[in-house]
């Protein structure tokens, strides 16, 4: 499952900050595969194993949400099919 | 008394030729850094011999580079990796790679030209993870066939295959992308195979197709095997169009 994040911050990050910020992901979401970030759009694109029910998946959305303190857009991308609202 | 136009033109066949991909797989693996490299590892610049053919000159059109660097991870560890056009950087990530794993980072970009130098940089957070494969092609998205007429009536995608198809390094597909076809610069649904319409407006912004990796979704992604290297995203693309313009505009 990917999630796309607005980050609302758009820069190059260096070789420590990517380490940084991978290890506190890793931390918050314990089933996160790996992680893109666009210093043009400042999104934020995580890739999640593990499969969830829809009311376990809402909730974890939701969790993972309030820990990343995204600003603006969320995208959820699951079997292909996208879905993205304004926060 | 004067000659009437006829509504339809006559049968347009376009045929879109790919190159085959460029693909190395070095005889002895680097190994990665444990910082970002200066110089990164994977490096290609597009020249005018790597973009696809036409039968005939389509009116609008935008090229997408396909990217992909693969390598092995003795110890489970992270990969990082970051790409840059032109010396700017696109995207970074990092994804986790078991132990004995191998990996393949697949990288699109969107909107490229002649002269664009693409980069991929790795490096890895263990010290015995290294990469020894590399390959490159271009793809078309957003084709308009004509300035005029805009409405194709019929348009039949008449042969779609998956691209690109790589061959060096044991390689195996991850999965394949589906063609996203647009109407007056709608979504319609996407196909993965030969497709006939009875009718498509052509669009400014899309025209009568997106490619998905590389347009519809610019992401990269990093896929891990413990038996294929690369193990690849892929596109279906059209290699072929068949279609009558309708005269109305």
Request: hydrophobic share 35%; with cysteine.
């Amino acid at each position: 499952m990917r999630l796309t994040l607005d980050t609302g911050v758009r820069r190059d990050l260096s070789s420590k900050e990517m380490a940084m910020l991978d290890a506190k992901l890793r931390k918050a979401i314990p089933e996160l595969v790996g992680w893109s970030y666009s210093p043009l759009t400042g999104e934020l694109t995580l890739e999640i194993g593990g499969i969830f029910e829809d009311d376990a998946l809402l909730a974890k959305i939701d969790e993972w949400k309030t820990k990343s303190d995204c600003t603006r857009k969320l995208r959820l991308e699951l079997l292909g099919a996208v879905v993205e609202w304004e926060e | 008394m004067g000659r009437v136009t006829p509504l339809l033109t006559s049968r347009k066949v376009l045929n879109i030729t790919y190159r085959t991909p460029l693909e190395t797989l070095l005889k002895t693996p680097e190994t990665l850094p444990t910082e970002e490299p200066t110089v990164p590892q994977i490096s290609y610049t597009v020249a005018e011999e790597h973009l696809p053919t036409f039968s005939f000159p389509p009116y609008g059109k935008k090229w997408v580079a396909l990217l992909y660097g693969a390598g092995k991870f003795v110890t489970a560890g992270i990969l990082h990796w970051k790409t840059r056009k032109n010396g700017a950087a696109v995207a970074s990530g990092s994804a986790s790679v078991s132990a004995n794993y191998y990996y393949t980072v697949n990288a699109f970009f969107f909107d490229v030209a002649v002269g664009d130098v693409l980069e991929l940089a790795l490096w890895s957070n263990q010290t015995d993870s290294n990469w020894d494969y590399k390959a490159f092609q271009v793809q078309v998205t957003r084709l308009i066939p004509f300035n005029k007429p805009r409405l194709l009536r019929p348009c039949n995608f008449s042969s779609v295959p998956a691209h690109p198809v790589l061959t060096l390094g044991n390689p195996s597909v991850s999965g394949t992308s589906s063609l996203h076809p647009y109407h007056n610069d709608r979504l319609l649904p996407s196909i993965s195979g030969i497709t006939e319409y009875a009718s498509l407006y052509v669009g400014n912004t899309y025209g009568i197709f997106r490619i998905y990796r590389g347009d519809y979704s610019t992401s990269t992604s990093v896929s891990t095997s413990s038996t294929y290297r690369p193990y690849y995203y892929r596109n279906w693309v059209p290699t072929q169009i068949i279609m009558r313009g309708l005269r109305i505009d």
